[in-house]
């Protein structure tokens, strides 16, 4: 698997990180207390209701008009064009809001108690009259209302939580340095993708050995780290032009595939957080973003 095809180019509204955890020896056997918290139906029902604004919807038939392609990259298509044919998609919720839980930091480190993963997100798919998928990402502001950050195409984030579910139950979550999905159930954590049964097994792994394997992979490049020391978790490329924010006034940043870290692609933004995967969303306005592979 190459890293272009792992790496996602993302254009969200700036990643702002306030991790701070140190790199760490591997201080306990991973147990139950590693299941995330339940996220509340009211934080869901919230999320999915700021999906539901006309601008929002709006925003989601340009982003069908555009077939998925950022603001700042040309299409053959006109304004008066790209507004009909954003009309047309007439696009649509589909499907349950889910929460989305990203590798914890705390849990690569060894932190006693800490989480497998924590909530990055809520993730609502919509669909457009032409059959096109995309997801549109929520996150909770400081003051408890939830406001939409990101669309982006496909439908990775609810068709895993719909698969994880319907395999069993669990926790579904994500290590985006590899790409790859699993569910913890029961003690083990199990692939959903290629890429994790590529990381696990076709069996999974017991959570212990799951931690064990991620602490391997980035106890060494967590904020506060050498590596994050010597600059390398951190910047941005000279290279953005696969990157947007529609309201014209956010950073960008993306994820890095771990293959990467030594020598990371020039059109990669990285963050000591970034390289774990873990955001922070903040600021006003909506990116856009296209996945590749």
Same mark, same amino acid.
């Given at each position: 698997m190459t890293a272009d095809t =792992? =790496?996602?180019r993302a254009a969200t509204v700036l990643l702002a990180v306030t991790l701070g955890l140190l790199a760490a020896p591997l201080a306990h056997a991973a147990g139950s207390d590693a299941v995330p918290a339940a996220i509340a139906p009211s934080d869901l029902a919230a999320a999915r209701s700021? /999906?539901?604004?006309?601008? /929002?919807?709006d925003q989601l038939g340009h982003f069908f008009a555009r077939r998925g392609v950022p603001p700042n990259q040309s299409v053959q298509l006109g304004a008066a064009d790209e507004a009909k044919a954003a009309a047309l998609?007439?696009?649509?919720? =589909?499907g349950a809001t889910v929460p989305v839980y990203t590798l914890d930091p705390g849990f690569v480190a060894g932190t006693k108690g800490a989480p497998v993963a924590r909530m990055d997100f809520a993730a609502t798919a919509a669909v457009s009259a032409d059959g096109q998928h995309a997801s549109v990402w929520t996150v909770r502001q400081d003051g408890g209302g939830w406001q939409v950050v990101n669309i982006a195409s496909g439908s990775d984030e609810t068709d895993y939580a719909a698969q994880g579910a319907s395999s069993g139950g669990g926790t579904v979550f994500r290590e985006p340095q590899v790409n790859a999905w699993y569910v913890l159930r029961g003690g083990r954590v199990l692939p959903l993708d290629a890429e994790a049964r590529?990381? /696990? !097994?076709? !069996? !999974?792994?017991?959570?212990?050995?799951y931690e064990r394997l991620v602490h391997q992979r980035y106890g060494d490049k967590l904020p506060g780290s050498a590596y994050d020391r010597a600059g390398l978790g951190g910047g941005f490329s000279a290279n953005t032009a696969d990157t947007a924010d529609t309201a014209g006034t956010a950073d960008t940043a993306d994820t890095a595939d771990t293959a990467a870290a030594a020598a990371p692609e020039a059109d990669t933004a990285l963050t000591a957080a970034a390289a774990l995967g873990v955001t922070a969303l903040a600021g006003v306005g909506l990116a856009v973003r296209r996945r590749r592979g």
């Open positions: =792992t =790496t996602k700021a /999906v539901q604004a006309p601008a /929002v919807l998609a007439a696009p649509r919720l =589909t590529s990381s /696990v !097994g076709a !069996g !999974g792994e017991s959570l212990a050995a």
